[in-house]
């Protein structure tokens, strides 16, 4: 079993490179229709070793609200903010992440291909956004992304789409690492809720 | 990699044992602010294996037509139903999951045991039941449960959280056998939507 996915600019312990830095990019998000699942969607990336969810779409302060105090109560350093022009700026990542060189995108959809075959061969040496799509994705979204892959080819739900892919390609986290400077930590138990607070 | 999971009363391929019936029980649903959620929890249950979903909570005919409609187009027996008593249903399924011997109940909560020690050592030749809670779940269910587990110790979304433990439990299923008889049937592709409707 692989161990955590450290977030500092080191050695990740899985891989033997560098940390590579995970984006989750929402796109056409509403803010009435899909609160609780924008919200679902956020904290699943946060949960499963992203570094970030970026929000395109409506703009809604609630969802980054949400966001920001899960990881004040229960740790880490995941990030969020709102993105106005999601395609101009995956255009750019697509060609420039950052440092000049591309990024990788990988588009999560029931069209694409088996994700179990994809997660091998991902590149891992290069800072990824995972594309999210709400009802209607662009057509230039399959184009610009490095991957377009699905997660069974069946209709279910983007929430349980991205659980499954970074579960298969983070790999397990030390969760106590990982998570570290919040308030609350659960503490797993066969038979109740256990839970420690910074107080304790 | 295990291949698919037969759905009738048959020999799994994965384990040599009789097909092991999943039906996932959806707690506390609230029509108007869990509607998308719940209607992909139902989804998440079809697409990863499960064999039923039974919903509570408030009584809400748009879930289940949801997941009819979505069978009837892409395929496969999956079954969903109204449970008004699911406390007293799952007192009973403890002792009697329909032939007089226990069923398996396994709690889904961000409190319970670590997913990856637990799939390995779960009875695979009983009913099972996967119990996902809403907001508030009654403490009688952690008692009630036959394991209480957790897909990581974060707060995320029981959708994915459904859909990671059904992955790992379930495995890969051979989605042309096991959605057979639906109206439409999507192709992967690595770069586009493509899509074979009955009437091709």
Same mark, same amino acid.
Request: aromatic letters at 0%; proline letters at 13%; hydrophobic letters at 30%.
């Given at each position: 079993m692989k161990s955590g996915r450290? #977030?500092?600019? @080191?050695t990740d312990d899985s891989?033997?490179?560098?940390?590579? #830095?995970?984006? @989750?990019?929402r796109l056409g998000h509403r803010r009435e229709r899909d609160k609780r699942i924008t919200s679902h969607l956020g904290l699943t990336a946060r949960a499963f070793g992203a570094d970030e969810v970026i929000l395109a779409g409506e703009e809604d302060e609630s969802a980054l609200e949400t966001w920001r105090s899960v990881t004040a109560r229960f740790g880490g350093e995941f990030e969020c903010r709102y993105e106005a022009k999601p395609l101009s700026w995956l255009r750019r990542f697509a060609q420039d992440a950052g440092d000049g060189e591309p990024g990788v995108i990988v588009h999560l959809t029931m069209y694409g291909e088996p994700w179990r075959d994809a997660v091998s061969v991902l590149e891992r040496n290069r800072p990824m956004v995972v594309v999210v799509g709400g009802t209607k994705v662009p057509g230039e979204i399959f184009r610009l992304a490095t991957h377009n892959i699905s997660v069974g080819n069946?209709?279910?739900s983007e929430v349980a789409a991205l659980g499954v892919f970074l579960e298969s390609f983070v790999g397990p986290l030390e969760e106590s690492d990982y998570f570290a400077g919040g308030?609350?930590?659960?503490v797993p138990s066969l038979d109740r809720k256990k839970v420690i607070t910074s107080d304790d």
């Open positions: 450290p #977030r500092e600019n @080191v891989t033997g490179l560098p940390h590579q #830095r995970i984006s @989750v990019l069946q209709p279910h308030e609350i930590r659960v």
